[in-house]
């Protein structure tokens, strides 16, 4: 998920640029606590990702046994959580960008 925002990310550190790469690594958490640890069970982080990609049509959110892809409520709040972080991601990686 947000692919440019782990390169911005890198980049920033990369180039020493400290208060970006804060700046950026605090969008990193805001995407990680949304949508990764919308349960708090074995597995979560799994199907949050999953459900994330489906959300964006990358991907099934399928899931192997013994494993189960979120209840409806559950890929609801990831959709409405990407819907929110996008302009957040948009904004850190233009900054980015300069």
């Known amino acids: ?3 440019q925002l782990y390169v911005s990310l890198f980049q920033a550190a990369e180039a020493g640029d400290l208060e970006l790469t804060r700046r ?12 990764y640890a919308v349960e708090n069970r074995p597995g979560s982080v799994i199907k949050g990702l ?9 991907c099934s959110d399928t899931m192997a046994e ?3 892809r979120f209840a409806e ?5 990831v959709r409405r959580h990407l819907d ?5 991601v948009q904004q850190a990686c233009s900054l980015a960008t300069g």
């Not at 950026?24 to 949508?35: F, K």
């Open 24 to 35: 950026l690594h605090g969008v990193v958490l805001q995407v990680t606590s949304a949508i």
């Open 73 to 77: 409520p559950q890929r609801n709040v």
């Open 84 to 88: 929110e972080l996008a302009g957040a």
């Open 1 to 3: 998920l947000f692919p």
């Open 50 to 58: 999953k459900s994330a990609l489906a959300w964006q049509e990358i």
């Open 66 to 68: 013994p494993f189960t």
